[in-house]
Antibody
Framework: QLQLQESGPGLVKPSETLSLTCTVS??????????WGWIRQPPGKGLEWSAS???????YYNPSLKSRVTISVDTSKDQLSLRLSSVTAADSAVYYC????????????????WGQGTLVTVSS | EIVLTQSPGTLSLSPGERATLSCRAS???????LAWYQQKPGQAPRLLIY???SRATGIPDRFSGSGSGTDFTLIISRLEPEDFAVYYC?????????FGQGTKVEIK
């Protein structure tokens, strides 16, 4: 069974770069038809999709973050990463790593596997 | 960007009652790629429904989804104590993925 575990700094200063890692276990990050993404949730608020990456390396970004965000995978470590530059207090949130996929007919399934989330606070 | 509007914001019901949650999209959701999630405090969201009407693995049949185009509904036929939570709809048919603002189902 696929499991995801996020890790990160917890506290980031304004204007700095936030870096998060998600370690995948129970499966390979490079498996065909697999996609990986980051969804965040500010404290007490709703969910916002940030970025995704496909098994072939195609990236997808939320336009609201596009100029600041980078998603990547390290297949040798089965790890997913997120970098968000020039952070402000508005970037304070629980960041979830998620997995989704499409079947061989091309039908997409939404994220059914989520990490437990990691809280990132942006403050000086 | 597709904007999803959920209603009501809060639903106050008793165990055993029926809950009807609505999700309206600002434009048609491609392939009916509309999902519903349940979230409890301190937990990650849990996928309930995908493709507007298909239950995810392990989801009880008291949860059902329906709709197409721009109007979608989640029904919980008989509320169990563990169903009191926040529910989000999400469209994953077009980028950027978007979520509704959530409906809180609370105990009356």
């Amino acid at each position: 069974q696929l499991q995801l575990q996020e890790s990160g700094p917890g506290l980031v200063k304004p204007s700095e770069t936030l870096s998060l890692t998600c370690t995948v276990s129970g499966g390979s990050i490079s498996s065909n038809n697999y996609y990986w993404g980051w969804i965040r949730q500010p404290p007490g608020k709703g969910l916002e999709w940030s970025a995704s990456i496909s098994y072939s390396g195609t990236t997808y970004y939320n336009p609201s973050l596009k100029s600041r965000v980078t998603i990547s995978v390290d297949t040798s470590k089965d790890q997913l990463s997120l970098r968000l530059s020039s952070v402000t207090a508005a970037d304070s949130a629980v960041y979830y790593c998620v997995h989704y996929y499409h079947d061989n007919s091309g039908y997409f399934y939404p994220p059914s596997t989520w990490g437990q989330g990691t809280l990132v606070t942006v403050s000086s | 960007e597709i904007v999803l509007t959920q209603s009501p914001g809060t639903l106050s019901l008793s165990p055993g009652e029926r809950a009807t949650l609505s999700c309206r999209a600002s434009q048609s959701v491609s392939n009916s790629y509309l999902a519903w999630y349940q979230q409890k405090p301190g937990q990650a969201p849990r996928l309930l429904i995908y493709g507007a009407s298909s239950r995810a693995t392990g989801i009880p049949d008291r949860f059902s989804g329906s709709g197409s185009g721009t109007d979608f509904t989640l029904i919980i036929s008989r509320l169990e104590p563990e169903d009191f939570a926040v529910y989000y709809c999400q469209q994953y048919g077009s980028v950027p993925w978007t979520f509704g603002q959530g409906t809180k189902v609370e105990i009356k």
